[in-house]
């Protein structure tokens, strides 16, 4: 018995409307995609979902009371929301600079979570 | 009086990208002003990514795509003045423009510039602009508004959240409020599609199950201090809402996402032509205004999708301001008037003199509903200039089309070239 799944290809902009049948677990066919992103993106949205988490995590002693991070790279999705409950259990002092490790190994996907923008700290006086 | 050859009114991607297109070709003197109290715009509140992948190959966040910019004007040493509000633009002596310039550090202050950029971009909507019935209670914000409150100020607006219009800002912000500990209940659309990217509804609404209402809109706002219910009916073809199709909802938070609109007063002081579709100023193939020396890029001009087109149409106008203030624009040229018809609304520019243009010239339009398989056809009297199929086109997405130099120079002189969809 095979089933057809349909998505919106997220790789890019573009957006393509993919098909793929799907028949006892196996991918059949894919068809829709116009790159092989495509392809890749369906493969992966059915086996093991990836995704970039972006959130904030709070400052101490900074210009600004938060800062915005990310997963240095895709993690599980299944992961995404265990994921931003440790960047919120998590503090950082400022200074902060973009690239900088908040939180190592997050959910031990391997990914770290990094910092996406600056934060200077507070001038004393 | 301070006077400077190129003055910037705005820090964001449009602004920063005009400042480094002006710089590489040659201006010296440039200053840009922002009135927030950092570079970067609205780009430093965009903490998703996505950003960049025509420009640097790579998905980046707001935060990130703007500080690569913002180095590298100041790598070139490019000086600006952040907390510096811009409230007056007047023509001045010469063909100068006198940019009159406010803030706390240093006061009331007129800056004679030999040209400008306008890159003042875009702001959004309101709840007093979309004329919904019911109360005025707390609780009702523009999904930016909200944005900035979450990704800036570190504070959640609400718990229980309504989003009417699904614009892309409207998207993240529903993922957003989700990632936050908030309820989403559902992001509602007037139009029978989405004016937000693809990419966004998967990734925003469907990862968490966040329902999308097509052709359904809010017709009504109950709470008397904070925000209540909302009530949401389906409309008609026309927009109208359907009789009996009425359902309340309870929530302490509406966001809206219901367009943006191009922050052109300061456009209008110079009594600069403002084309009603785009609600950005007229521009010529050099993207000047019709007050000479008068540039204008990104979402002033018109609301872009994606910040790399910010970034590439902004340093063609800094590179343009440049050879304005070395006199090799010239001005008195015959142009092809730009006909933007048949699912075409608009183009940018408006106008080509191909005197003034490159070997190639962007422009950029949006169509006015979705299409499958149609064509972008370009023609002068019954030549043809281009006709490309495109697979899909959407009122969401910008679309171009590249116009060559040795084409439009056999062209007769002065003869209208027209845009349309062919289905």
Redesign the interface.
Known sequence: MSEIKE??C?R????CNVKAEVSEGEIVSITGN?CPRGAEYVTAELTAPM??????V?VDGGV???V???TASDIP?GE??NC?KAIKESKVTAPIT?GQVIVADVCGTGVDVIA???CDAVQEG | MNKRKLVIIGGGPAGLAAAMGAREAGVSDILILERDDRLGGIL?QC????FG?HTFKE???G??YA?RFIDRVKEAGIEYRTGAMVTGLKPGDNGTVTVTVMGRRFGLEDITAGAVILAMGCRERSRGALNIPGYRPAGIYTAGTAQRF?????RMPGKDVIILGSGDIGLIMARRMT??GAKVHLVAELNPYSGG???N???CLN?FDIPLMLSHTVVDIKGRKRIESVTIAEVDEKSKPIPGSEKEYPCDTLLLSCGLIPENELTGMLGASINPVTGGPVVSESLMTDIQGVFACGNVLHVH??VDYVSEEAAQAGKNAAAYLNGALRAEGKKHTLIAKNGVRYTVPASIDPGNMEDKQIVRFRVGKNYRGATVKVTCGDEVLSSVKR??MAPG?MEQVILKKEVLTKLPEGADITFEIVE
Not at chain 1, 51 to 56: F, Q
Request: net charge negative; proline share 7%; with cysteine.
């Open positions: 998505f919106v997220i890019c902009p573009l957006g116009t995704r970039t988490v972006t959130s904030i709070t600004r009371p938060v915005s991070v990310k999705k995404i929301m931003v973009i996406t923008d600056n | 430093n903490i998703h990514n996505g992948l998905e980046l966040t935060p990130e500080s979450v990704n800036i100020e570190g990632l936050e990217l693809k990419r509804i998967a990734q990862d999708d994606l697979p899909v997405e």
